[in-house]
């Protein structure tokens, strides 16, 4: 049923293409941007599609105008980059994982410990690294406009963990990635894929020990309520990129596209610096509740977790690019003098 739907809603939205509407929007010059993802509204990514269109639509005098589509309403990841590609919806903001089947740079992202700052991330993604993998995602219709921040992905479970050693024989539920599996099975845990949807269930039942996600998946799917420590592993920077449909770009005039990207690059570091204020407020709320408890790991623990993990980067980096892997590192040792 929900297929139809979204089927319904992409033909709908298509609907001013086949009948001939072609430029930046209708005839008067008006341009109205459908933004949508999968997360809950209020997130950061949220408000930062919704910021947006509020500096949009002030600096137009209302010519061009965003409405924001949180929640999967018009349908999961595949199938908002599918309408994206279609033109049939103009921006999305998609989680990395589902980019991999449109180039194998985005991979990078997944790798484990692969930056050791949130600094040194927004340099690399800011910078070369960032921009070379929008230009392989270009040949799939998209057009890549900023690296939103949706915060450090870290490990929860019901005994402390410091070290690879603790984390030997436990079932841990991962996303339905290679690299993630392989991430969790070599440092020695068991990884076992499983949908968002059930782990609060699985973690209540015991069928899994131990999960991992940024702190706002945390709270907002109350997985604290049955995971009583948080270990700041910091194991992924999770980002989510801001991309737009080329189909629907390229009608865009040269004004709109600069105006639209100027905009963007004005809310990315305000979407940053909301995304850091809403873990430290979650982390401060999961150490005063009196249940949980934020473990975190000195720079040598978490170095010890990383040296675990480096058969992913011998199994993957190849593919991925040991180019882009070694642009990364560069950044990382000038972050670390």
């Known amino acids: ?43 950061p990514i949220d408000r930062a599609a919704r910021r947006l269109g509020e ?68 340099e690399v993604l800011d910078g070369e690294v960032g921009q070379a993998i929008f230009s392989r995602l270009a040949d799939a219709g998209f057009v890549g406009l900023a690296w939103f921040s949706t915060g450090w992905r870290h490990l929860t479970a019901n005994e402390i963990v410091r070290t690879p050693a603790d984390m030997r024989g436990k079932r841990i539920r991962v996303m339905e990635n290679q690299m993630h599996i392989d991430h969790f099975n070599a440092i020695g845990a068991s990884a076992i894929p499983m949908a968002f949807s059930e782990v609060f269930t699985a973690l209540q039942n015991r069928t899994i020990d131990s999960q991992e996600n940024p702190y706002a998946n945390i709270q907002g799917n109350r997985l604290n309520e049955v995971q009583r420590y948080i270990i700041e592993t910091g194991h992924v920077y999770d980002t989510a990129p801001l991309l737009a449909s080329r189909i629907w770009w390229d009608r865009l005039s040269a004004e709109d596209q600069i105006l639209i990207r100027d905009n963007v690059a004005y809310i990315l570091g305000w979407q940053r610096m909301i995304s850091l204020e809403d873990q430290d407020e979650i982390r401060q709320a999961f150490n005063d509740n009196g249940f949980n408890t934020v473990v975190q790991l000195t720079p040598e623990e978490r170095a010890a977790f990383r040296v675990a993990a480096q058969p992913v980067f011998d199994t993957h980096g190849p593919r991925i690019g040991l180019d882009l892997i070694e642009m990364v590192e560069e950044v990382n040792r000038r972050h670390i003098q």
């Open 1 to 43: 049923m929900k297929r139809v739907f979204v089927i319904f809603l992409a033909f709908f939205f298509a609907f001013p293409l086949l009948t001939g509407c072609t430029g930046s929007g209708a005839a008067d010059g008006s341009v109205n941007i459908k933004i949508a993802h999968v997360s809950q509204e209020g997130v």
């Open 55 to 122: 500096l949009l639509y002030a600096q137009t005098d209302g010519r061009i105008t965003v409405d924001v589509f949180p929640a999967s309403i018009l349908g999961g990841n595949r199938e908002l980059l599918e309408q994206l590609q279609f033109g049939t919806l103009e921006m999305v903001i998609p989680s990395v994982a589902f980019l991999g089947g449109f180039t194998d740079a985005t991979g990078l992202l997944d790798l484990p410990y692969l930056f050791v700052s949130d600094s040194a991330a927004e």
